[in-house]
């Protein structure tokens, strides 16, 4: 399953957020933050070998616009 940030955005905490945010780059999730967005989500994303995450385009636009404060494009 893919991750699609945008639509579980409000079911992140708050810290998850602020990672996510601090880290706008991030093309590949670190295995302990995709656990913890399962654990907060309910989602299970396809996962590498090692429990790594690639985020989409999407997702990677979407948290940039997010860590930049400004508007997020529709889809």
Do not use: Y
């Not at 302990?32 to 396809?46: C, N």
């Not at 995450?53 to 529709?74: M, N, Q, T, W, Y």
């Amino acid at each position: 399953m893919e991750m699609n940030i945008r639509d579980h955005w409000d079911m992140l905490s708050p810290e998850t957020q602020h990672w996510l945010t601090d880290n706008p780059g991030c093309v590949v999730l670190p295995r302990t933050i995709t656990e913890i967005i399962h654990q907060e989500t309910g989602i299970t994303p396809d996962a590498d070998r090692h429990s790594q995450v690639s985020l989409s385009p999407e997702d990677l636009s979407f948290i940039l616009a997010k860590a930049e404060g400004g508007p997020v494009r529709p889809k």
